[in-house]
């Protein structure tokens, strides 16, 4: 049996439409990937610019987070360090301009991701129908407070 309050909040969530993201979010690339096993973040040491490297049972890629560009591609990485499992850490070895570098990886095999930026984006997972899962973007860091399209 649930709560008031907790009926109350699970009746708010359900209620919200879904919406595409405000501004600056914006979709970048929809490219599915194929046996999918985890995803990391890095940063191009010659530009700044922010990566997301994707490693699957097809091997491992990497991409620019704000373009969608393919900027490497690595088809048959070592079977020895090839998945995120291979390392207590969950790190794999970076691949192009990150060659070399750990990045850690979050997916089938566990691991997790920063959800919250400097400036106070927040990124929430409610299952208020479960197993139906929902993903709040909110401006106010998280709190999900006031009426939808306010700051969530």
């Not at 691949?95 to 089938?108: F, K, S």
């Amino acid at each position: 049996m649930i709560t008031d309050h907790q009926r109350k909040i699970r009746e708010r969530y359900l209620s919200a439409p879904v919406v595409a993201a405000p501004e600056p979010w914006r979709k970048v690339l929809d490219r599915p990937v194929g046996g999918l096993l985890g995803i990391g973040f890095a940063v191009h040491p010659g530009t700044g610019r922010d990566l997301v490297m994707t490693v699957s049972t097809a091997g491992h890629g990497l991409f620019d987070a704000a373009t969608g560009e393919l900027v490497a591609r690595d088809r048959d990485p070592d079977p020895d360090t090839s998945t995120p499992d291979a390392a207590p850490d969950l790190a794999r070895p970076g691949l192009g301009p990150v060659a070399g570098v750990p990045v850690r990886i979050a997916g089938l095999f566990g691991g997790g991701l920063h959800h919250t930026t400097p400036d106070g984006w927040a990124l929430d997972v409610v299952a208020p129908d479960w197993p139906d899962h929902r993903v709040i973007l909110s401006a106010d860091g998280g709190g999900n407070r006031g009426p939808h399209g306010g700051t969530w």
